[in-house]
């Protein structure tokens, strides 16, 4: 997968289609959420989290979702796992992550999940979703007006 640099700029030249198709065109899809999801066993797509764009072929989508406060179960070796999903939970995962304990204590923390792919043309759904292992203490992604979730999708340049 290289990367093709615009390395043509001349002073004075015409500025091309083909050189502006070589830098990034920046956010294509958004999500945001502020309203708090309590975490069960099953995977399942969080409130707010999802997003829906045309996707142009031989690019490079760099797909960011940002939890600002996970709660942890606080059963003994628990974890809360966050999940990006084409189309639906059924579909292809794309990444994941979590924030575990050790103790049977809950904890507190922030996760960010990130993945670079390129998609085939057309209409991309993106999911994000989140389980945990035990709802002893009830686990929560907490979310407000100042720690918003999101879901980010973003046109890096070409593949």
């Known amino acids: ?16 289609a083909t050189q502006a198709n ?16 309590t975490l069960t066993t099953t995977m399942t797509a969080t409130t707010g989290m999802s ?4 996707a142009i072929a031989n690019r490079n989508y760099k797909i960011t979702y940002y939890e ?3 709660e942890t179960t ?3 070796s628990g974890q809360t796992n966050l999940k990006i999903f084409q189309t639906n939970t059924a579909g292809n995962q ?4 979590f924030l575990g304990n050790s103790a049977a204590v809950k904890i507190l923390g922030t996760i960010n999940a990130v993945s670079v792919n390129a998609f085939s043309a057309g209409s991309v759904t993106i999911i994000g979703a989140a389980n945990t292992t035990s ?25």
């Open 1 to 16: 997968m290289a990367i093709s640099p615009n390395v043509t700029f001349v002073s004075g030249a015409v500025f091309t």
């Open 22 to 37: 070589q830098f990034p065109f920046g956010i294509v899809a958004k999500a945001t959420s502020t309203t708090n999801y």
């Open 51 to 54: 997003v829906t764009w045309t």
């Open 68 to 70: 600002p406060i996970v």
């Open 74 to 76: 606080s059963a003994a």
């Open 94 to 97: 794309i990444t994941s992550t």
């Open 135 to 159: 709802i002893t203490g009830t686990p929560l992604l907490q979310r407000n007006l100042f720690f918003t979730s999101l879901l980010l999708v973003e046109d890096m340049g070409p593949a």
